[in-house]
């Protein structure tokens, strides 16, 4: 009797120790893929590369956004907003019979103008909150005020003015363009801004807010593009 029950405890503890091998073995294939089941999928190429891919992504973005860079990556945003703007506003006037053909020198004249606002909001941004910083309601407040009053008027003069030298317009040109058209931006920046740019102020990070600007800007960019290319009724002085 004993014998049959030590021989017993032997198989029993075998049986145990093999159980216990064939679960860690299995445990050591699920963890590097070359199991079967349900963890085939972890750690094969595919997902190595998108790991890999999704990691390259955060990279750039860290170094898209940070203090080093944020200058071109707005200038960057600005441009190519500026220039898509352009270019549904052509199609459209395609669409309605205004024009007959895509003018690629006037996207390019707009894209180059999205650069010298770009420039003009980042560092407007960056002194609006360095002298006030904080985003209470009272901050914030005056933030929108000092955008309308200041920004904006700043904004649409440099616009012209850019794409007046770009057309290669004399002054008078220039500025009789500003007072015949300038208005009709400005109008519309009540309507739009200070709703868009309370949001801008008051949740959005400072490093994202001409990202955000700018998407909120592509109805506005196709706007300003529309206005900007209608024509003029100004004479040209001798």
């Not at 990691?55 to 080093?68: C, D, G, I, Q, V």
């Not at 053909?101 to 650069?115: C, E, K, L, N, P």
């Not at 920046?189 to 102020?201: D, R």
């Amino acid at each position: 009797m004993q014998s049959i029950r030590c021989q017993a405890r032997i198989l029993f503890s075998t049986a145990t120790s093999t159980g216990r091998s064939i679960r860690l073995n299995l445990l050591r294939n699920v963890g590097t893929g070359t199991g079967a089941g349900p963890g085939t999928g972890i750690g094969t190429p595919g997902s190595r590369s998108r790991s890999e891919l999704m990691r390259k992504l955060r990279e750039w973005h860290a170094t898209a956004f940070s203090n080093r860079f944020l200058l071109f990556t707005n200038v960057g945003i600005s441009l190519t907003l500026s220039c898509l703007g352009d270019v549904l506003e052509q199609h459209l006037e395609i669409y309605s019979g205004e024009i007959e053909r895509f003018d690629s020198q006037r996207t390019s004249h707009m894209a180059i103008s999205g650069v010298t606002v770009g420039i003009i909001c980042h560092y407007w941004y960056k002194m609006l909150d360095k002298r006030m910083p904080g985003r209470s309601m009272r901050v914030v407040a005056k933030k929108i005020v000092l955008d309308q009053l200041i920004c904006s008027p700043v904004y649409i003069s440099v616009f012209f003015v850019t794409l007046g030298l770009l057309e290669q317009k004399d002054k008078h040109e220039v500025w009789e363009e500003i007072k015949e058209k300038a208005w009709k931006l400005y109008a519309a920046e009540w309507t739009v801004w200070p709703a868009a740019q309370f949001i801008n102020f008051y949740w959005i990070p400072a490093h994202y807010r001409i990202f955000y600007d700018n998407i909120i800007s592509l109805g506005y960019d196709v706007l300003t593009s529309k206005v900007k290319h209608t024509k003029s009724h100004i004479k040209k002085i001798p």
